[in-house]
């Protein structure tokens, strides 16, 4: 997954980087919560030694893009359905009318998909210092 960007800023070894959404984002909101026209700023390690103002070209390999999306979006979703099905049948179990286990299973799915995104915020900060979730500068964009 390629995208060309805008450095705006370079600290130490660091660079800053505008890119603004185009289109085929869509609406899906994985990008600033869903709000319209807005840009992303991203940070990366300035690697074609880039200046304030120069385009650049930055890549996330599409394997790595998969996998944290899985990560993001895949794990909650199986939380969610393991405490749905689990909650149902587990109140089936301890002889809980049809309602009653609906309820249960209503809960308890909520439960599990908010452990899967508190699981994720606990190892955000080991997955930041993972290099294959960082975006790589590739070359410098002529105008």
Request: a positive charge; charged letters at 20%; proline letters at 3%.
């Amino acid at each position: 997954m390629k995208e060309v960007g805008k450095i705006i800023e370079i600290n130490g070894g660091m660079a800053k980087i505008l890119i603004v959404r185009h289109t085929a984002c869509g609406n899906c909101g994985a990008c600033q919560v869903g709000r319209e026209n807005l840009n992303m700023i991203l940070t990366t390690e300035n690697t074609v030694g880039g200046k304030p103002g120069d385009l650049v070209e930055i890549e996330l390999k599409t394997e790595n893009f998969l996998y944290a999306s899985f990560i993001m979006y895949g794990i909650p979703l199986i939380g969610l359905i393991i405490g749905l099905l689990g909650g149902y049948y587990g109140g089936r179990i301890f002889g809980y009318d049809e309602n009653i286990s609906q309820i249960i299973a209503a809960i308890t799915g909520i439960l599990f998909m908010s452990i899967g995104y508190i699981c994720i915020k606990a190892l955000d900060p080991k997955i930041k210092r993972m290099n294959k979730f960082k975006p790589v500068l590739i070359r410098l964009v002529n105008d």
